[in-house]
């Protein structure tokens, strides 16, 4: 189940994201050649990602930011620039350009800090924007509760596209971290659940203020959870895989 886009149109530019997806290619770009090398990337990794350890320990607090840069691989920064790209315009929209960056790099911190706190005597380096993201979800979801998001729905040969309210895709989403970070071993590696869900809280957190600002409870009353603007529709095409009558 993967979100394509929203019908929630972006009032102003978004510069920050804009920027943030660039920086982000760049810098993945500058060292994918390392990839094949399991010596030169380890060593990359270990003075530029979070190890849980080391901070721990009172040390590379500076890679709470850096590894926000950071990705494992070309799919890992796809899906990434993917989520920031659907939801991160509509904040920065609300927020304005700095306080958004701001905003961004807050969740992201939070998001290694809960890493660490997670799994504090684990050696293994994390890297990845998805705790930054994490948080822009979770101020979508305060913001723009019943925004409509299309997803594709992957099941074996069957492709669909859905829309439903953000609300469900984001709750679903939040519902597998959970799920994922009881299940497994931060210690052992794997995705950083915790980090997932820690950084969506600490961005809802972080957008409470700003919600109250627009009116709190009054504002969704007036908006019904939708965006407070007309929202942008698209033509949903049917399915092109052929349907076999039943006899």
């Not at 905003?103 to 994390?126: D, E, K, M, Q, R």
Request: aromatic share 14%.
């Amino acid at each position: 189940m993967l979100p394509i886009r929203d019908h929630n149109p972006s009032g102003r530019t978004p510069y920050v994201v804009y920027l943030l997806m660039a920086a982000n290619i760049l810098i993945f770009l500058s060292y994918v050649g390392m990839m094949d090398n399991d010596r030169l990337i380890n060593r990359f990794f270990f003075d530029y990602a979070i190890i849980p350890a080391r901070i721990a320990d009172g040390f590379s607090f500076e890679t709470l930011v850096t590894s926000m840069f950071l990705h494992g691989g070309w799919m890992h920064l796809a899906g990434n620039m993917l989520f920031l790209w659907i939801f991160g315009d509509n904040l920065e929209d609300e927020m304005g350009h700095i306080p958004f960056l701001l905003f961004y790099l807050a969740s992201g911190i939070g998001a290694g800090l809960i890493h660490v706190l997670a799994s504090p005597s684990s050696v293994i380096p994390t890297v990845g924007a998805s705790g930054a993201i994490a948080g822009v979800m979770g101020g979508y979801l305060l913001l723009f509760p019943r925004a409509r998001v299309d997803i594709l729905l992957i099941l074996l040969i069957y492709f669909r596209i859905f829309s439903i309210p953000a609300f469900v895709m984001l709750g679903v989403w939040l519902g597998m971290q959970f799920l994922g970070g009881v299940s497994s071993d931060p210690d052992q590696g794997g995705v950083a659940y915790w980090a997932h869900a820690g950084g969506f809280f600490v961005g809802l957190a972080l957008c409470i203020p700003l919600w109250l600002k627009r009116g709190g409870t009054t504002y969704w009353n007036r908006t019904h959870g939708h965006p407070p603007h007309p929202e942008h529709k698209y033509k949903l095409s049917p399915s092109r895989i052929p349907r076999i009558p039943r006899k």
